[in-house]
């Protein structure tokens, strides 16, 4: 595939990470799985950039790959570049990448329950990060993770060091799991559906927190979610996947606006809309892709309503198209035809 | 609703408390009162949406419904029978009325039983049919939830999310009820397969003039498929009206305040629109707030708030809502 080349409006920039042609495989008893089949995206300085996609349309998978997160094996990362501050990250030795996993690239993962260790209390989880990584005593360590808690809206913070993480609601515990992931001033955070597991009301509250936090600290994030309301929200762009491939990348106006791909058209009407009227919902035919092998034909087409039969024998490549505007299809759903352009 | 509209099932003071036991003599110390005190009607042919958040005791009103729970105090109407007081046969009788759909459709199936097995389960219990006439109903139900009527002998891990539900509402169908608890249907699927299963559910709703109960604790889908719709708040509900007046004009502050927190796929409107975030979290059940149990939250709430508990009243057209400042 194809890199393409990133530009504002003719202005050049300069991504903080930068992916290319990221292949991820499974070796599975079924058979090898493909999961993530060539993704290049980048990531600007204090943007945030939203992986919007179904569950097993391997938005997960891509961002657990770039710090090599995955069991290897069965995972294989089969092929790419993942830049971050002139390294390939995917070339490093373990000792060198476990200085910037949670130094550097901070993570937050959907499930705080699950990811914080219930034996130990929260103080020793935050300290943990800023012990190993910035070589804080630990007087020093339990000063900042009390600063951290404050940041992140938990209140008492000082007394509550010392609570375990059952001591603690749902969206507490998801505070103190981005208090851990800041803990070292991380340039770049990746948010693995961080609200997914919350109420509304409390998902409202870690949305406003996070929002307060770029405002504050500027690091960019790279947000992965599967609700696109909660998308449009936050994200200066969106990347679209489906089947382990990227099928539309746009900055936000702009795909909510004018969306190309017919996937993501999809899903927009799926969602009720406000007032409509509308008696019945538009679904999309069909069930999302096992895949089973590297695509040979476009991952969506036999749930689309547009596919003709280039899209059965090719699997489209991520296009540029006016702006910054890419999309990964062979119609052009505003003229009504194939497009003619590739 | 329609002009003619009848109430099929009515909630009266409803009421589901769960002991606490603690100490060497298991002794009873409290009680979670999960549900504490619902009054609501469905009318026949209607969709009621229940929404709350987690922990707010939607599902265990759900459940109370149908008598799957025992209830601490209060009456659930069926048809002018109150259900909470019906003997053990009387009960199996009312049973194959009323059905429920669940929410995870992995765990409400059995793997070991074919589909044909766990579709004719209930005809097996409360029909006198042939196993002929049940292989026949079986495939026409397969059918009429969109699902290949060959797929009889297969087992439900073979299936996908989506098409689990499918059989889970194919299930609930079997014996021809008048009314069908959803517990969060939708919950655990996809975004592309929600819209699937929704459309199957008003579908059926329109050609067997089923009446529903929906809990769901997605409000934009609820808009999409409920007559009315209901808000519950730590065991209570807070306001109970019909949907466009619900949405668009919401009257108690933590209807407000849920309504805002639901993000609008819409960057343009996201922007400028104006957002409530309540603090704090949800009470225990089992140690509510006194006065009103919103009023640990709530962002209006005076002096009387925390001492008198606020009665259900009749607001705007067909709306209750237990708020004292709410008009």
Redesign the interface.
């Known amino acids: 595939m194809k890199k393409i080349k990133y530009s504002w409006g003719g202005r050049a920039i300069k991504p903080v990470l930068d992916v290319t042609d990221l292949k991820t495989v499974f070796h599975t008893q079924d058979g090898v799985v493909h999961a993530v089949n060539g993704i290049s995206f980048h990531l600007e300085e204090g943007e945030l950039l939203s992986v919007v996609g179904e569950s097993g349309s391997g938005k997960s998978v891509t961002m657990m790959s770039l710090l090599k997160l995955l069991p290897i094996p069965p995972a294989e990362i089969a092929s790419g570049t993942v830049m971050f501050e002139g390294k390939d990250l995917l070339q490093m030795e373990l000792e060198e990448l476990r200085a910037i996993r949670g130094g550097k690239i901070g993570f937050i993962f959907q499930d705080p329950m699950t990811s914080l260790n219930p034996v130990f209390n929260v103080g020793f989880q935050i300290m943990e990060p800023l012990i190993e990584h910035m070589g804080m005593d630990k007087k020093q360590a339990r000063a900042r993770a009390v600063e951290l808690l404050e940041l992140v809206g938990i209140p008492g913070a000082s007394d509550r060091l010392d609570d375990f993480p059952h001591q603690f609601s749902g969206g507490m515990r998801q505070r103190v799991m981005i208090a851990i992931a800041l803990a070292c001033d991380p340039k770049i955070l990746i948010a693995d559906e961080p609200t997914t597991a919350l109420d509304v009301t409390i998902q409202a509250q870690i949305i406003e927190l996070i929002k307060e936090l770029r405002k504050k600290l500027g690091m960019a994030i790279v947000w992965i979610t599967h609700d696109l309301g909660v998308a449009a929200g936050i994200s200066d762009r969106l990347l679209v996947m489906y089947g382990g491939s990227v099928v539309e990348h746009a900055v936000v106006g702009d795909l909510y606006k004018r969306p190309l791909h017919p996937y993501t058209r999809a899903l927009l009407n799926t969602l009720p809309a406000e007032g409509s009227g509308e008696t019945r919902l538009r679904s999309i035919k069909g069930s999302p892709p096992n895949i089973g092998a590297e695509p040979t034909s476009c991952p969506f087409a036999p749930r689309c309503d547009h596919a003709f039969e280039r899209c059965h024998n090719e699997n489209p490549p991520l296009k540029r198209l006016d702006g910054v505007h890419d999309v990964a299809c062979w119609w052009d759903v505003e003229k009504e035809a194939p497009r003619h352009d590739s | 609703m329609t002009a003619d509209a009848e109430t099929l099932v009515r909630a009266e003071n409803l009421k589901v408390h769960f002991p606490i036991h603690a100490g060497i003599f298991r002794r009873q110390v409290g009680a979670v009162k999960a549900v504490d005190g619902l009054n609501f009607d469905i009318k026949r042919g209607e969709t009621l949406g229940l929404v709350g ?2 922990g707010c005791g939607k599902s265990t009103a759900g459940r109370a419904m149908l008598r799957l729970y025992e209830l601490t105090d209060g009456r659930i109407d069926f048809e002018g029978v109150d259900i909470a007081s019906l003997g053990k046969d009387a009960l199996r009788e009312m049973r194959p009325r009323m059905q429920m759909i669940f929410q995870d459709p992995q765990a409400c199936l059995n793997p070991r039983m074919t589909v044909g097995d766990i579709i004719a389960e209930p005809l097996d219990e409360h029909t006198k049919m042939s196993s002929k006439e049940k292989r026949e109903k079986v495939k026409s139900l397969l059918e009429s939830v969109g699902m290949n009527p060959d797929y009889v002998n297969r087992y439900p891990h073979e299936f ?1 999310g ?2 689990r539900q499918r059989i889970g509402i194919a299930r609930a169908l079997a014996l021809e009820p008048d009314f069908i608890v959803c517990d969060e249907p939708i919950a655990a699927l ?7 299963v ?2 199957l559910l ?1 579908d059926i709703q329109d050609r067997m003039g089923l009446t529903y109960l929906f809990i769901s ?1 997605d ?3 609820v ?2 498929i409920a007559d009315r719709v209901a808000v519950m708040y730590l065991g209570r509900i807070v306001e109970l009206a019909p949907k ?1 007046e619900l ?2 004009n919401p009257k108690h502050p933590y209807t407000k ?2 309504l ?11 922007k400028t629109r104006e ?1 409530i ?2 603090k704090g ?1 949800v009470p225990s059940p089992a140690n509510p707030p006194s006065g009103c149990r919103f009023s640990t939250r709530c962002p209006v709430a005076q002096k009387n708030c925390f001492v008198d508990d606020p009665e259900w009243r009749k607001i705007g057209d067909g709306g209750f809502v237990a708020c004292h400042y709410a008009e």
């Open positions: 958040e987690s996908s989506g098409q996809d975004v592309s397969i929600q819209a699937q929704v459309n008003q604790h409000l934009s889908m808009r999409h466009e949405y668009k305040a849920l805002s927190a639901v993000p609008v796929p819409d960057p343009e409107v996201e957002h975030v309540l979290d």
